[in-house]
């Protein structure tokens, strides 16, 4: 069912509603009198009442009451008076309005009662007085109690004795145009909700938002008009709104320009996405299926999913640069703007499985990784955040320093004790020092800076971007670097928030038993060594070095106090 037909259908339901209301309303003002109405025998004793072609008198007879006496409704001579009467009083005010004349008095015309003898009538005269108009109307009368006797002179039936039924009828007016109005306004209101509500979904669907990710398989026939296509997509689940892809498609593309076949396309494609595959014949796209592991830098999986021909790494740094991201991911909020960070997004491409098809667009293949991101970052997460005072942005770039240090999720706790109790307020050592904060700025930041200065050729030189690279490095930097160094998985996300971390043999590893270690380092052969001193540690980074290269927290510099 169309939009317009379920608003047609809302439109009438609602004027059936009022009609029923009103009645309601109508019966109930009326206090129940016949529901409120007049009958056509009222209604035309109203009319008779009210035309003042001749006046009713009291009854002559008091035997019959029922009946009522009524006058001639022509008098000859009674008229004749009124109308010379009126003559001369007109005359007297033409003579009042003359300054110079005097003052006359009329003297009234003697009657032939009076003593004078009055001509004797004519034949046209006699006619004239005898003429009577009778109208036999005693059957629309009926007898009224005399306590509310209307009077039917001069207010044409409205002053004097007002009927019940007027009143009713001014009140039920009154009603009426309230009602009127609020069911205008309830239509107003309704129509508003659903265009509403019509536009949400119609520009949720136009940009593949908050759409489900679903490879479905496509036969595009032949000889489609634009609204059997948008049927089409429809059925198969692609799209929502088959009315809007049909307006804004017709708007952009004839039917004619969309190739037949088979096409592989995704329950959250945008419209644009899917006429592009229409037009270009992009027929059952080939898939593939690309792992991240954990502790990739957005550099490098950039650089993956252009070697798997999904898109290329440049389209989609100007895209995570450039774009205003359409979806509502609660997680994107949070992420904070620095004029120091190299990418705003590194770490936020959760490391994963993935399955793509070819030349993907940049903002499909960014959908995917925050999707997934989204899902991955659970309420408990967030109320483990609150109770330890951190932010996402906290967490994610701690976490991204544990999971480049350690690799395991068994020697993620003790890291992250060490990086815990370097950043506790009131430390004696307020860096990190970890070595892979230096290793981000060397190989992930200053190859992609254009104006990046080498130092060792150009010692004296001033770089440009000095400030980014202090905001990273935490040797110079105190507490965490300015963002993530890397995109780090969940056993590392869980490490920096302290929560239990399984190890590969399925126990879990107790936080408290690395509570006074402020050193660590590592050899070639992934082990890890802990120390509380310096002396310990210096030790520890000598033991290890007989086993290959090793890295870790800073060995020169500064020393817990004993």
Not at 53 to 72: G, I, K, N, T, Y
Not at 314 to 329: G, H, I, K
Not at 534 to 550: K, P, R, S
Request: hydrophobic share 35%; glycine share 8%; proline share 6%.
């Amino acid at each position: 069912m169309g939009p317009f037909a379920v608003l047609y259908m809302i439109y009438w339901f609602i004027m059936l509603l009022g009609k029923s209301t009103r009645s309601f309303f109508y019966r109930w003002r009326s206090g129940g009198e016949q529901g409120g109405h007049m009958s056509d025998h009222d209604e035309f004793e109203s009319l008779i009442k009210s035309f003042k072609l001749d006046d009713v008198e009291s009854p002559a007879q008091p035997a019959e009451p029922a009946r009522q006496q009524r006058r001639q409704a022509f008098n000859y001579d009674e008229d004749s008076r009124r109308y010379t009467a009126a003559r001369q009083a007109h005359g007297a005010g033409q003579a009042g309005a003359q300054p110079a004349r005097r003052q006359t008095v009329a003297v009234p015309r003697p009657r032939a009662s009076e003593g004078q003898q009055a001509p004797p009538p004519s034949g046209r005269d006699e006619k004239k007085r005898n003429f009577q108009v009778k109208i036999d109307d005693s059957e629309f009368y009926e007898p009224s109690e005399p306590s509310v006797q209307p009077s039917y002179g001069g207010g044409g039936g409205r002053r004097g004795g007002r009927r019940n039924g007027d009143d009713d009828g001014d009140r039920s007016g009154g009603a009426g145009r309230w009602f009127k109005a609020l069911l205008v306004l309830i239509v107003v209101l309704a129509v508003s909700v659903f265009l509403a509500m019509f536009a949400l979904q119609s520009a949720s669907d136009l940009f593949g938002l908050n759409k489900p990710d679903s490879p479905v398989e496509l036969e595009l026939p032949d000889n489609l008009s634009m609204s059997e296509v948008a049927s089409l997509l429809k059925e198969k689940g692609v799209i929502t709104q088959p009315l809007t892809f049909q307006v804004y498609a017709g708007l952009k593309n004839k039917a004619e320009s969309f190739i037949p076949g088979t096409y592989m396309l995704n329950t959250n494609m945008s419209y644009d996405e899917i006429m592009r595959d229409f037009r270009s014949g992009n027929i059952k796209r080939v898939e593939v299926t690309v792992m991240f592991p954990e502790g990739m830098t957005l550099s490098d999986m950039a650089n993956r999913l252009e070697e798997n021909n999904v898109c290329k790494a440049e389209d989609l740094y100007e895209y995570l640069e450039e774009s205003d991201f359409p979806w509502e991911y609660k997680f994107l909020e949070q992420v904070p703007e620095d004029e120091n960070l190299f990418r705003r997004w590194e770490g936020y491409f959760f490391p994963d499985t993935y399955i793509f098809y070819e030349e993907m667009s940049p903002s499909a293949v960014t959908q995917r990784f925050f999707a997934n991101f989204n899902n991955k970052m659970t309420d408990k997460l967030y109320e483990r955040m609150d109770e330890l005072g951190m932010s996402l942005s906290d967490t994610i770039t701690l976490a991204s320093v544990i999971q480049r240090e350690a690799g395991l999720g068994e020697d993620m706790v003790g890291v992250s004790m060490v990086f815990h109790n370097r950043l506790a307020e009131g430390s004696p050592l307020p860096m990190l020092q970890s070595d892979v904060t230096r290793d981000y700025v060397n190989n992930y930041i200053k190859p992609f800076l254009p104006d990046a200065v080498n130092k060792e050729a150009n010692p004296d030189l001033t770089d440009p971007n000095q400030a980014m690279y202090d905001a990273y490095n935490t040797y110079v930097r105190q507490g965490l670097p300015v963002g993530p160094v890397c995109n780090p998985g969940m056993a590392a996300i869980e490490a920096a928030l302290q929560l239990p971390v399984e190890t590969l043999d399925g126990t879990f590893k107790n936080y408290e038993d690395y509570a006074n270690y402020y050193y660590f380092v590592t050899d070639e052969a992934g082990e890890y060594y802990y120390a509380a001193t310096l002396d310990e540690h210096n030790q520890n980074v000598a033991a290890a070095a007989q086993n290959g290269e090793v890295h870790g927290t800073d060995v020169t510099t500064e020393e817990v106090p004993t």
